[in-house]
């Protein structure tokens, strides 16, 4: 069963090292880039770890009962919306820059608008199903896709293209002093342990094992993920690409698949997991609602209708209509914003939620 | 009243998705090979060559079409080109980028090919070159055993056909991170054009993004070994007053930056290779195998040196020397100026080390 757990935590690991991360690490690779990931990947790994021991103190119970039970309730609505719409805008990020990309690469003829809508439509359908079935999407779409992930990632580093000087070249800016924007970046992919505050509810008796899995994957995700555009687009010239990683993909070649372009194979995959990353985490904003609410259907001129339903639809517009309205430029702006609350949310969430694992402790201890 | 609702809904999306705007493989030119020439009237000369599908794929049947047009810039030809055609242009499969001789001669071959950088169909793995007389020409070439169009320009680059050692391929992606680096400078293979094949046995040298210098075939082979260890080489060498020619099995380069404080800054080579004699004008098994392969080290090592002291007084690196003394030095910024200092002065010391495997199946 702690394979559900690692499933979110490894789609946000993979989602997380293509989009926007890769980018802004670039901006700053001679620029304290090398400190930050470094400190990002101890810092993820260690928030991680705590927040996973501290979740299985409350064994199937999600945030908002943990919350219900420590916090009054003028605290624990407002959390309850403000984190649902962090894990919203995470997922709505994710599925404006995925259309982006789609529309750049694999079908620039579409309309714009009708690939959002396809996109969000999918979103608002999947984001009302049940916790449990997501995990079990998660499971599926992630053991099919993995096998393609693992071949390109090897093919990435082994490629005979790419520039061991260009990496080494970055070794001189390894002890520049870590720069915020980079750090936020660099934890970002780790934060797919988060997702735990919705999906801890599903882990009835369980307690989360192979802890050791969180580091050693975060390792050496990140590696591959800054590296090789480093010595696949070369040290001087990365920071030119926009879409860091695609374009590094483009640099390779099947000389014997169907498609010569490993760049296809790759979106193919993204978009699965794109899809993938938006229903999680917009399940999690659903759900979240609802709790704050505290009501499971509103009535609305005599008829019921149930509020993930609303919510849901909710998230569609607002990402359809800002996805309309927005651009590259626009967007790399807004998550560099995005990034600093992130940060200082996650840091927040992970304290309160170590301090109600104390109180547990303690409680259970004098009981 | 509900399902009614339900229905149109569904119909909406299914007109909304009718209106993709995807076009049908048999609504589509696919653009092979692109050519950049110097118009008579306007900066650029684009030719396009389109595949035309064929149900034959036999030796010679390849049908293709050029197009060609000129215009201020790179974008403007082809959209000038798409009033000639009746299908829609699809450079996904455009695979090779070759650029005039002439154009090369007297532009800098940079942001005068921002276009291909730029678009995101074409691809970042396509070959570049530079086509003699012109890229008309190389473009318009039908090599008579081509069984898919361009496809005899495409093996030779992509090593999947013939495996030449006067061939270094150039990647669209290599050439845009070579002319970024600061330390190695980019280089690009010749495309000769003759009635019914090709030529490829040499590189241009560029400097910066213009170009500096002609390598011979020779040279190239050499430049192909020291810069990729290449080790499919050939090599003549004259034992006892007849000649003898020598081909690489095995061949590992690599080097070395030495900066003593207060002396020659030096670059050491070490190359280590297995050759076997495949043509001589005398019997070699009897002779000793050893001077043999002494024979064969002061050859290469002549040839190497000789080079590497024409890239030091044209003043290029394509080997990325600079960029490998940026990667073992820890100076940050400060590095690159350092070198363009010391290259000049830099003295090249070469140990070979060749092992000679055997005369082939007779004496």
């Not at chain 2, 008579?144 to 061939?167: A, H, Q």
């Amino acid at each position: 069963m702690s394979r559900y757990f690692y499933y979110l935590f490894w789609l946000s690991l993979l989602i997380n090292t293509i989009f926007f991360v890769p980018r802004l690490l670039m901006n700053e690779r001679f620029n304290g880039s090398i400190m930050s990931v470094a400190l990002g990947i101890v810092y993820g790994s260690v928030c991680a770890i705590i927040f996973v021991l501290s979740m299985n103190q409350f064994p199937g119970e999600g945030l908002p009962e943990i919350l219900k039970r420590y916090v009054p309730d003028w605290i624990r609505v407002p959390s309850l919306l403000f984190l649902g719409g962090m894990f919203a805008i995470a997922g709505s990020l994710i599925l404006i820059a995925f259309s982006m990309v789609t529309l750049r690469f694999l079908s620039p003829e579409t309309n714009p608008a009708v690939m959002l809508l396809c996109y969000c439509g999918l979103g608002c359908f999947a984001a009302c199903f049940r916790p449990s079935a997501i995990l079990n999407i998660n499971e599926i779409v992630l053991l099919v896709n993995f096998p393609f992930i693992f071949y390109i990632m090897y093919k990435s580093v082994t490629s005979r293209d790419i520039d061991w000087d260009s990496i080494q070249v970055l070794s001189d800016y390894a002890l520049k002093p870590p720069n915020l924007i980079a750090f936020a970046a660099a934890t970002y992919p780790f934060t797919g342990y988060l997702k735990l505050v919705l999906y801890n509810r599903i882990f009835k008796k369980l307690k989360i094992k192979h802890l050791w899995l969180i580091p050693l994957t975060g390792l050496l995700v990140m590696l591959s993920s800054f590296l090789s555009p480093v010595g696949l687009l070369g040290v001087d010239s990365v920071g030119e690409y926009l879409y860091t990683w695609i374009s590094t993909a483009d640099t390779l070649r099947m000389q014997f698949g169907f498609i010569q372009r490993v760049v296809f194979l790759f979106l193919f995959i993204y978009i699965g997991f794109s899809l993938l990353y938006i229903t999680t985490c917009w399940n999690i904003y659903v759900n979240f609602v609802t709790d704050a609410i505290g009501k499971t259907t509103i009535t609305v001129k005599s008829r019921k209708i149930p509020v993930q339903v609303l919510a849901s639809l909710a998230i569609s517009v607002i990402t359809l209509v800002s996805g309309f309205r927005t651009s590259d430029k626009g967007m790399l702006d807004f998550v560099i914003g995005w990034q600093y609350i992130r940060l200082a949310t996650e840091a927040l969430l992970v304290i309160s939620v170590v301090w109600f694992a104390l109180l547990r402790r303690r409680q259970k201890r004098h009981a | 009243m509900h399902r009614a609702a339900k229905t149109l809904a569904i119909l909406g999306m299914a007109l909304a998705f009718a209106g993709c705007g995807f076009k049908d493989l048999d609504k589509r030119f696919f653009v092979i090979a692109v050519g950049i020439d110097e118009g008579k009237t306007a900066p650029y000369k684009v030719s396009l060559k389109l595949a035309i599908p064929s149900p034959k794929t036999e030796p010679g049947e390849a049908k293709f079409q050029v197009i060609t047009q000129e215009a201020e810039t790179i974008a403007e030809a082809v959209r000038l080109a798409k009033s000639k055609v009746d299908k829609e242009f699809d450079f996904g499969h455009a695979q090779l980028i070759v650029i005039g001789k002439a154009f090369s001669d007297d532009h800098e071959l940079g942001h005068s090919l921002d276009w291909f950088f730029r678009r995101r169909d074409i691809q970042m793995i396509s070959y570049m070159g530079i086509g003699v007389p012109d890229a008309e020409a190389v473009i318009k070439t039908k090599p008579l055993s081509e069984r898919l169009p361009g496809n005899g320009l495409i093996l030779p680059f992509s090593k999947e056909g013939t495996e030449s050692p006067y061939l270094v391929p150039v990647h669209l992606f290599d050439y845009y991170r070579m002319w970024k680096y600061k330390g190695k400078d980019p280089f690009l293979p010749v495309i000769k054009s003759e009635p019914e094949t090709f030529i490829i046995e040499n590189v241009v040298i560029l400097k910066g993004t213009k170009k500096k210098l002609e390598l011979s075939p020779d040279e190239t082979s050499i430049f192909n070994q020291l810069a990729r260890s290449y080790p499919r080489f050939a090599m003549k060498a004259q034992v006892q007053n007849k000649w003898v020619t020598f081909t690489g099995t095995r061949l590992k380069v690599s080097y070395k930056i030495l900066t003593p404080a207060g002396g020659t800054p030096e670059v050491r080579f070490r190359v280590s290779a297995e050759v076997e004699s495949e043509d001589a004008q005398r019997p070699l098994f009897d002779l000793s195998w050893t001077q043999l392969e002494r024979l064969v080290a002061a050859e290469m090592k002549d040839q190497m040196l000789a080079l590497l002291r024409k890239f030091q007084q044209n003043g290029v690196d394509p080997i990325g020397l600079g960029l490998h003394y940026r990667a073992t030095r820890h100076q940050g910024d400060a590095e690159y100026g350092k070198w363009q200092e010391i290259y000049p002065e830099v003295r090249f010391s070469m140990h070979v080390q060749v092992r000679f495997k055997g005369t082939g199946v007779i004496k």
